[in-house]
């Protein structure tokens, strides 16, 4: 503890006597300081103890002991010491009333006191309380360290709660709490996730205070560089001291050494999980769990998914999006305990596989919901697939990916696709293109007025080439719609006998809107 009031006038060599202001003799001390100056205030920087003889003070005056003493309150001074036996044999009336009427503690100093005892008092006092923070920091950081070696990140919060006597909170970096101590901050920890986004969006290491006076908060983002990998909060009922301070600091630094892989191991890693997949898309999935070992679990020999991520275009300023989105979806596999292959093919291309069902694909989804308005990333996420299915997986990936980026929509699942109509892929201006000029000389044709070709050739395909029920849903012969159609092969130059012809037709009518609504369609 500082020195304060309180423990000067119980030091045994300095024979102090309060005269005023006993009810404030709890005040920390920063400062002994002397001055005979009638205002000193200029020199205060609050929390000094200020030491005069009344050389030039007007020490009698009682309106001017009163101002006196209230500009000394103003400037933060804790205390007055007034010598004795110098200039006035005892504290002047005026001042001692001044003291006590605004409860100004007034300390009388024995004339065998010199202020240097005082001042070398407060001096050694402040020294001691420096050097017992210190050493309790080391020993806090000694301790966390030993916690963070043996036990793990959950330790090193629970020990520095115990600390600073309140709580403490670890975020991972999508602003989940993964560890808290005491229990019951669980849900104090929980309300802050807007305020660690906010403290996400800032660049290593940043800091922010929020709460009251008796829920004052801290929080510190973890992690080196720009990316925050993680955030700790820490709750006291005041503004950290000097020991716990160092204890936060170490506390910040160890969990940053556990957040913050080093850059060569995540470039291993990532060569590891290249070459894993490349096993798994040439069809090898033996040789690819003989490269990984352990490091995936099971998820090369269950069900899976395969995403491709890309950024959306047209990004803001700052931190790119996959590199965020990736960070995401590891994540939510260590909160559920699962294995995911994250592949960073490029700085433009993410490849991830992940279980079926899992953690990771639903945080895949919700991301790319959240992240749908800011146009952050684009996924396409493959259907289920087995150990030997990857390259099929990632086909459909690309697929979806494709579908994803032309329908302007943060994700698209293959299975989406599958069970789905084709016709919304046509509505693409590459295939409208296409569709205008296989259609257009019928139409020029038509414009004409010598028959209705576009027409005819609708109906009879809506009737999948039966003559009779298309002349009737035409209103025309038989006849006369054999003849329109040798026409639509003469003017097309292809012939309606083959299927593909008949198909692109059809969709080219679909894809311009003119497939109409007759029987059939």
């Known amino acids: 503890m500082p020195p304060t009031l309180a423990s000067l006038v119980q030091h045994s060599a300095l024979k102090l006597i309060v005269r005023a202001g006993e009810d404030r003799l709890d005040t920390p001390v920063r400062w002994a300081h002397v001055s005979e100056l009638a205002d000193p205030v200029p020199y205060m920087e609050g929390g000094e103890l200020l030491l005069t003889t009344a050389l030039t003070l007007d020490a009698e005056d009682l309106e001017a002991m009163r101002r006196y003493v209230r500009r000394l309150l103003g400037a933060g001074v804790v205390g007055l010491g007034f010598a004795v036996g110098v200039n006035y044999e005892e504290i002047p009336p005026a001042l001692l009333d001044a003291a006590r009427e605004e409860h100004l503690p007034l300390l009388e100093v024995p004339r ?20 017992r923070a210190v050493t309790a920091g080391f020993e806090a950081q000694r301790e966390l360290t030993r916690a963070a070696l043996a036990e793990g990140p959950e330790a090193v919060v629970a020990r520095l709660a115990a600390h600073v006597d309140g709580w403490a909170a670890l975020y991972d970096a999508s602003g ?29 290491p940043a800091s922010a205070v929020v709460g009251g006076t008796d829920d004052r908060v801290e929080l510190q983002s973890l992690g080196s560089g720009r990316r925050v990998r993680g955030a700790l909060a820490v709750g006291t009922g005041a503004p950290l001291g000097t020991a716990e301070r160092y204890a936060v600091h170490s506390a910040i630094a160890l969990l940053t050494l556990t957040t913050e892989r080093s850059r060569s191991l995540q470039a291993a890693e990532q060569r590891l999980g290249a070459a894993v997949l490349r096993l798994m898309l040439a069809g090898q999935p033996e040789h690819a769990r003989a490269v990984a070992g352990d490091l995936y679990g099971g998820l090369l020999d269950a069900s899976y998914r395969l995403l491709v991520a890309e950024p959306a275009g047209g990004e803001a300023a700052g931190e790119p999006p996959l590199p965020a989105f990736a960070e995401a979806l590891e994540a939510a596999a260590a909160r559920a305990g699962e294995s995911v292959l994250t592949v960073a093919e490029s700085e433009q291309r993410l490849v991830v596989l992940a279980g079926d069902g899992g953690a990771v694909v639903a945080a895949c989804e919700a991301y790319a919901e959240r992240e749908a308005e800011d146009a952050g990333v684009v996924v396409g996420l493959s259907a289920p697939a087995g150990p030997s299915a990857a ?34 892929l046509l509505a693409d201006d590459a295939v409208r293109a296409f569709a205008d000029g296989m259609l ?26 039966q003559w ?21 092969e003469e003017i097309l130059g292809r012939s309606l006998d083959d299927p593909d012809v008949r198909m692109e037709l059809w969709l080219a009518l679909k894809a311009t809107g003119e497939e109409g609504t007759g029987a059939g369609s």
Do not use: C, N
């Open 176 to 204: 989940t709490v993964v560890a808290v101590s005491p229990e019951w901050a669980a849900r104090r920890a929980a309300r802050l996730t807007p305020d660690v986004e906010r403290l996400r969006e800032r660049p290593a």
């Open 440 to 465: 257009r000389a019928l139409r020029e044709h038509d414009a004409t007025g010598r028959g209705d070709l576009v027409a005819s050739l609708r109906a009879w395909l809506s009737r999948h080439g």
């Open 112 to 131: 065998r006191t010199p202020f240097l005892a005082i001042s070398k008092a407060v001096s050694a006092a402040i020294s001691a309380d420096q050097y």
């Open 468 to 488: 009779d029920a298309a002349a009737a849903d035409l209103g025309v012969h038989r006849h006369t719609l054999r003849y329109r159609m040798r026409r639509v």
């Open 391 to 424: 390259a099929a997986a990632r086909k459909q990936a690309e697929q979806a990916l494709s579908v994803a980026r032309r329908r302007g929509r943060a994700l698209v699942e293959h299975e989406d696709l599958a069970a789905g109509s084709v016709l919304p």
